[in-house]
C-alpha cells in the first residue's frame, strides 16, 4: 500500500483523471435530473437564478470533461462515455426534495471537485515522475479547473445566502 | 484517504484476520512498510484514543477507533467497486491501494452516488479477498 499521497506513473495519472472526468459527467448528469425530477409546483417554483446556476453547472463540466480528456487521450487511456455515467447516476438517482436541496447538491458537487482537483495537484507536484504528458501544460490545466471551481462555490453559497 | 486512516483500516481488518489484538507483523504486511513505522504510528494512535496497545499481543480499535476504521474502509469498497464496476479495472486491488491515499472521503461520496454498494458494507468486506465478498468482478480488460 502507498501511503504516500503522490502520482507516480502515467498510469496512476490517467486514472485519477479518469475519475475527474467521471466526477464531472455526475455533475453534469446530476444537475439535468435535478430539473427533471422536482415536482411541478417545486419545477415551477424554481427562479431563473437557479435555473442558470445549473445550466451553467452543467455547461462548466462538460467543458472540464473536454479538457481532461485531453490529457488522458494524450496518456493513452480512454474515458467513460458521459451515457454511461448518466445511466449510473439513473440507476441510483435519489432527488431532492426542493430547490434547497438542488442548491445544496450543487454546493457539494462543487466542493467535492474542488478538494478533488486541489489534491490532485498536490500529488503531482509532490511528485518527481516524468510523465507522457507535459508537466506544466498538465498543472496548468488542473490550476484553471481548480480555480473555476472554487468560483462555483463562492456562485452557489452566494445564492444560498441570499435565500436563506 | 490520510495516513492515520489508512492504518485504523488496517488495524480492523488484521484484527478480523488475527481473531484478536492486530499484530505488528500483520500490519507491516498489509500496510507494506516497516515494523518500526508501524510501532511509530500505533503510538501515535494511542495517544489519540483511537487505539489500545497491548504489548507482546498487539493493538486493538477503540469504539471511536472502530467508528473511523468503519468509515475508512467504507471509503475503501467505494474505491474498489468504482474501480471495477464502473472503470473495469482488473487490477482494482493494486489500484485501489495505491489511489486511497489522494481520493478523499468527499470525493468517494459522490462516486458512491453511482455505484450500488450493500446495506452492510463495510461488514461484508473479506479480508483475505481483500475486497467485499459481493463485488462481481468484470472479465472485461481494462
Same mark, same amino acid.
Not at chain 1, 488522458?72 to 474515458?79: G, I, K, P, Q, S
Not at chain 1, 468560483?151 to 436563506?164: K, L, S, Y
Not at chain 2, 487505539?51 to 474505491?79: F, N, P
Given at each position: ?42 419545477? $415551477? *417554483?424554481? /427562479?431563473? =437564478? ?8 452543467? !455547461?462548466?463540466?462538460?467543458?472540464? #470533461? %473536454? ?57 503531482? $507536484? *509532490?511528485? /518527481?515522475? =516524468? ?8 498543472? !496548468?490545466?488542473?490550476?484553471?479547473? #481548480? %480555480?473555476?471551481e472554487r ?14 | ?12 481488518l488484521a ?82 491501494h495505491a ?44
Open positions: 500500500m502507498s501511503l504516500g499521497q503522490r502520482v507516480s506513473s502515467d498510469h496512476q495519472l490517467a486514472r485519477l483523471l479518469q475519475i475527474g472526468v467521471v466526477l464531472e459527467e455526475v455533475v453534469e448528469s446530476r444537475a439535468a435530473h435535478h430539473l427533471e425530477s422536482l415536482p411541478a409546483d417545486e419545477r $415551477e *417554483a424554481i /427562479d431563473d =437564478e437557479v435555473r442558470a446556476l445549473l445550466a451553467e453547472a452543467a !455547461e462548466e463540466s462538460a467543458e472540464h #470533461r %473536454e479538457r481532461l480528456e485531453t490529457l488522458v487521450d494524450d496518456l493513452n487511456a480512454e474515458t467513460v462515455a458521459y451515457e454511461e455515467i448518466n445511466a449510473l447516476v439513473d440507476a441510483q438517482y435519489g432527488p431532492p426534495e426542493d430547490t434547497d436541496g438542488v442548491l445544496y447538491d450543487q454546493l457539494c458537487n462543487e466542493e467535492t471537485a474542488y478538494k478533488f482537483y486541489d489534491d490532485l495537484i498536490e500529488a503531482v $507536484e *509532490a511528485s /518527481d515522475a =516524468e510523465f507522457a504528458i507535459d508537466r506544466d501544460r498538465l498543472l !496548468e490545466t488542473l490550476y484553471d479547473i #481548480r %480555480e473555476e468560483e462555483g462555490v463562492e456562485e452557489v453559497t452566494e445564492i444560498m445566502e441570499r435565500r436563506a | 484517504m490520510n495516513t492515520a486512516d489508512q492504518y485504523l483500516k488496517a488495524i480492523y484484527q478480523r484476520i488475527d481473531d484478536g489484538p492486530a499484530s505488528t507483523g500483520t500490519l507491516a504486511d498489509l500496510l507494506e512498510v516497516s515494523p518500526a513505522s508501524v510501532n511509530e504510528m500505533i503510538g501515535k494512535l494511542e495517544e489519540r484514543g483511537l487505539v489500545e496497545h497491548e504489548k507482546y499481543k498487539g493493538a486493538s480499535l477503540t469504539d471511536e477507533g472502530l467508528e473511523r476504521a468503519h468509515d475508512a474502509l467504507q471509503t475503501y469498497c467505494i474505491i474498489e467497486r468504482f474501480l471495477a464496476n464502473v472503470l473495469e479495472v482488473e487490477e482494482f486491488r493494486e489500484e485501489a489511489l486511497e491515499a489522494v481520493i478523499d472521503d468527499t470525493v468517494a461520496e459522490r462516486l458512491d452516488t453511482i455505484i450500488d454498494r450493500p446495506e452492510e458494507c463495510p461488514d461484508c468486506f473479506d479480508p483475505e479477498a481483500d475486497c467485499c465478498k459481493y463485488l462481481e468482478v468484470s472479465t472485461q480488460a481494462d
